[in-house]
Every structure is written in C-alpha cells, then in structure tokens.
C-alpha cells in the first residue's frame, strides 16, 4: 500500500475547506440523494460525497455505506484529489496503491473505484463524488465524462448550500439587531422621557411666573429652554411610537366616530402651531355627518402630523384646507396645503422613517422626518391607507381614506 501524498496546495485546499463550511453537520440529505441517484445511473451498490480533511475523509452524502468517514491514509479519495480527471481503480488487488489496503483485503473488500474530484472556486480540489463496486469492471470515456458532470452538480449543491447557510445567517443577524435597536430606543426613550417631562413642568411652572418674576432676558432664555424640551419630548414619543408600531404593540381603541367633530378638534389643537408660520386653516365639511370606525386619539394624531406638515410647509399668509367627503365607500379625509410640493425624486421615500427632501443642516423646516412614517403606520392599522397627490409647485394634498364600517376579526388581525 502507497499512502497518497499531500497535494501541493494542501494549505489553501485546507482552508477553502472550512471557508465552505462544508464539515459543519455531517451528512446532509441532499447530498445523500445525490449519491443514490449516482449509485443508480452508474449500477453500483456504494457512492460517496467524500471530503478529505487533514487527516480523515469524511462521507457528506452517501448510498450504500454507514460510516461517517475513515482515516486519510487508506482512503481511495486522498489519491483521487491530486488530479482534476477522474481517477479509475479496475481492479485494487492488482493496483499498487492499494495492495494491502484493509477497505481491499478485508471488508468490506473493494474492487472497483472511481472518483471525479471536487473543484471548487480557486482551484481547489475538497474531496470526491465517487463509486465503488465489490467486482472488478471497465470504465470507459463517457462514463468518466458522466461522472465528472454529476461532480460539477455537487459542486454547484455546496455553492448553493453556502448561499443558504450565509442568508440564514444574515437574516438572524438582521432580527437580533433589529431586537436590540428596538430595545435600545424603547430604554433609552422611557430613561428620558421621565426627566424631561420633569424638566419641562419645572420650565413651565417658571415661564408662568411661579418662582417669581424673570429678567426679560431671563424669561426669554426659560422660554427658550421650554420649547427645546418640548420638542425633545415630542422626538421620544415618535421613537417610541415608531418602535411600538414595527413590534406590533400600538394599541388602539376603536369605535364609531363622527369625523366632523373629529377634525374641528384638531384644527383647533394645531391652530397656534399654524399661527407660528403664519398659516390659517380651512375647514370645508360635508352637508352630512361621516361616521368611521376609528381611534380617535391616534387618528388626532394622523391629522396632528399632516397638518403641521402642511402649515410648515406652507408660505406666510397661506391657506391649509382640510376636506371630508365621502369617497368609494370611505371616508376621505384631504390636507391641501399651498407649498412647493413634493420633488419627484423624493417621492419613494416619502413615507420612509427619517426621510426628509432636504436633509441637510441648513433645512430652513424642522422635524425630524418621523411623522408621515408614523402616520402611514397608524392609517394601515386602521385598514385605511396613506396617500399624496403633488405637482411641484401647486402645493400637495394628503388623503386618508378611513373604512365606514367596522372591520371583521380577519381585517383587525
């Protein structure tokens, strides 16, 4: 017996090896069904998806063998990876490689061996597809070619097998990291949102003069101070609003609402913020109450974000109108604002988290881009849905088409 020597590239051929990941698992059913298909065409009892490591072979898929593998020094496959043809051993008695071998002069008594190596991206030969037969036989050209074309499928089954295993590992990475960014906000935004609500109820006990009179200068650095904490407030409740939609945990409590009340509400709520821009707004109402079946609280929100939009974006002395009617069996409600519109280029990424059209330092507009991203959440889980119509130039108008009725339990899970 001649033990086979170490391919000169044994080094990287070692490596590309565990690149692959290719010992990871034992045998796998692809693999073995591979070998039965290659066992069946070829008439043979044995063949093997064999891999040969440092110092054994180890069997990735086989027919007719329960091993797992053998040791390196009297494996067939360790002579068959020096070469890219495909190694054919007639008859083992008569070959002396393997005269003495135990796997020939003992059970389970080879005879008849051929093994198309494994190449793989660099060259690299990892082991063998091969068959074995307890009987001398011929093995001519084309079934050399056919063998060697079955390698290139195996072949290509751990390209495509390392794929698999490299997605799946990506897309665990991608849940944990999303756990731990969502994790991350909803802590850091409840370990903030308690000192700042504290912070801001001192700045507003101190604006209105509870500690006393202020220097103008002084009220004026107070007054400061309260808005900056009021809206530092409102960015953690987007986060954490943000955070409780993409986990599902929004809570909502809907019913029957009558919208025109609804929305005079909410013109009244957002009506100093308008009049810090300089902005009005317009109410045209139906002749007849809608009713649909809502949140009230998160849909004052919806309308809260739109109408903000709208007056921040609106030019001084500008009008938002806000329209309900009824529209293909919803209710529809319109926020038309007189801005410059929407750049069509930013038109995909409207509704995106943090998406803003002008996200430089210098945006004369505040905000955080959090807001239609939230709305369009909440809409959706209000079975309604979110849109824009714009021309640049011509303003932009938001519709939020609500359903009438209430939903049925499969619409509500």
């Excluded at 008569?94 to 059970?107: M, S």
């Excluded at 295993?165 to 849940?175: C, V």
């Excluded at 809907?254 to 609804?262: N, Q, T």
């Excluded at 069996?329 to 803003?356: M, Y």
């Amino acid at each position: 017996m001649i033990p086979a020597p170490l391919p000169p590239d044994e080094v990287g051929r070692l490596a590309a090896l565990s690149q692959l990941r290719l010992l990871e698992g034992g045998r796998e059913p692809a693999f073995d069904r591979l070998t039965h298909l290659t066992a069946d065409l070829f008439n043979v009892p044995v063949a093997l998806v064999s891999l040969v490591t440092d110092d054994r072979q180890v069997f990735k898929g086989s027919c007719g063998i329960t091993a797992e593998g053998s040791a390196r020094e009297i494996a067939f496959c360790a002579h068959a990876i020096l070469a890219d043809e495909v190694m054919v051993v007639h008859d083992a008695r008569l070959d002396p490689r393997f005269v003495g071998n135990p796997f020939v002069t003992a059970r389970p008594g080879i005879r008849f061996y051929a093994g198309a190596p494994l190449k793989v991206a660099g060259g690299f030969r990892l082991g063998t597809l091969c068959i074995i037969d307890w009987h001398p036989r011929a093995f001519g050209p084309d079934e050399r070619r056919r063998l060697a074309a079955l390698a290139t499928c195996v072949v290509d089954l751990i390209e495509f097998r390392l794929g698999h295993l490299m997605a799946e590992e990506n897309r665990r990475k991608a849940e944990a990291a999303a756990a731990a960014k969502s994790t991350f906000l909803s802590v850091i935004s409840h370990e903030l949102r308690t000192p700042l609500t504290s912070i801001k109820g001192a700045l507003g006990l101190m604006k209105a003069g509870a500690a006393g009179a202020l220097e103008e200068r002084a009220r004026r650095l107070v007054s400061i101070a309260h808005d900056n904490t009021e809206r530092l407030l409102h960015l953690i409740n987007d986060l954490l609003d943000m955070q409780r939609i993409a986990a599902g945990r929004l809570e909502f409590r809907c019913r029957p609402v009558g919208l025109i009340a609804l929305v005079r509400q909410s013109l009244e709520q957002n009506r100093p913020f308008a009049e810090r821009f300089g902005v009005s707004f317009r109410f045209d109402p139906p002749e007849e109450e809608i009713e649909a079946w809502v949140d009230p609280d998160r849909l004052l929100q919806v309308m809260a974000n739109l109408l903000s939009n709208a007056a921040k974006f609106s030019p001084k002395g500008g009008k938002v109108t806000v329209r309900l009617a009824r529209c293909d069996g919803c209710a529809r409600l319109s926020v038309i604002d007189q801005g410059p519109g929407i750049p069509e280029e930013f038109r995909d990424r409207l509704f995106q988290p943090f998406a803003q059209a002008d996200s430089s330092s210098r945006r004369s507009r505040e905000g955080t881009g959090l807001g239609l991203s939230i709305s369009k959440g909440i809409v959706e889980r209000l079975n309604g849905c979110l849109g824009c119509d714009s021309e640049p130039g011509r303003g932009a108008t938001f519709h939020v088409d609500l359903p009438l009725d209430c939903p049925s339990p499969e619409e509500v899970s």
